[in-house]
């Protein structure tokens, strides 16, 4: 089964700073799918950014992008000029190639951003 | 659009009362999800369906809960009796397997608590 790990249960930086999430996965699969869902407080799960696997260039939206590295099967989250309205729960998500299990997630990392 | 539609947004009910969640899933999404949310133990997949037809329900905690989807507009989860363990945010999620990964959009959740 796979595990993803979040080892920052909470994280506080000023408005507009750049702060890095961090994520590591255990799978034995080669092809697979890595995602960030952002909670905010109205508790809806929004979806940040996504990254497949057998790519190789870090995916990017705006002002998020990730740093995959394949090898070490870390997936850190980076969000530059940060945002008031950044302040909320991350979370990081592995899916199996295919599409058809679900997607296992993090324990989520609290990001506040500080005005 | 309307997005995922989940009600109730909140219950409260006693213990050994049965609860029924709803959700209606974004039309065309072949895929849809239930996932519980709780502090201790993050987001769980608790099963997911595949053109309306229940394809691993493994994480489904006990014989109390059970899910349908009687069309491809509509899936109920329900718990009978509930217990105040069961106390959680319960999440629906749809998905059209674009590209061979599912790209969930989720509900608002339905916040239960059982007293």
């Known amino acids: 089964a796979q595990t993803v790990t979040q080892s920052q249960p909470e994280m506080s930086v000023q408005e507009a700073e750049t702060v890095t999430l961090s994520c590591t996965y255990d799978?034995?699969?080669?092809?697979?799918?890595l995602f960030w869902y952002k909670q905010p407080p109205s508790r809806q799960m929004i979806l940040v950014i996504r990254?497949?696997?057998?790519?190789?260039q870090n995916a990017t939206e705006n002002r998020f992008s990730v740093n995959f590295q394949k090898a070490a099967k870390s997936f850190s989250l980076k969000i530059s000029d940060s945002q008031l309205g950044d302040t909320a729960m991350y979370f990081c998500?592995?899916?199996?190639?295919?599409?058809?299990?679900?997607?296992?997630f993090g324990k989520g990392t609290h990001l506040i951003i500080q005005p | 659009d309307a997005g995922v539609i989940q009600s109730p947004r909140h219950e409260v009910t006693e213990m050994g009362q049965e609860v029924t969640l709803r959700c209606k899933p974004i039309?065309?999404?072949?895929?849809l999800f239930w996932y519980r949310q709780t502090m201790m133990r993050g987001l769980e997949l608790l099963i997911y369906?595949?053109?309306?037809?229940?394809?691993?329900d493994s994480g489904m905690p006990e014989d109390r809960f059970s899910a349908k989807m009687p069309n491809a507009s509509f899936s109920t989860l329900k718990i009978q009796p509930s217990e105040p363990r069961d106390s959680a945010v319960y999440f629906c999620?749809?998905?059209?397997?674009?590209?061979?990964?599912?790209?969930?959009?989720f509900g608002a959740g339905s916040r239960l608590t059982v007293l």
């Open positions: 799978t034995s699969e080669s092809n697979y799918y």
């Open positions: 999620a749809s998905s059209p397997l674009a590209y061979g990964a599912n790209v969930l959009t």
């Open positions: 998500a592995f899916e199996s190639g295919g599409g058809a299990d679900g997607l296992t």
């Open positions: 039309s065309g999404h072949d895929y």
């Open positions: 369906f595949n053109n309306n037809v229940p394809i691993d």
């Open positions: 990254q497949e696997a057998y790519k190789q």
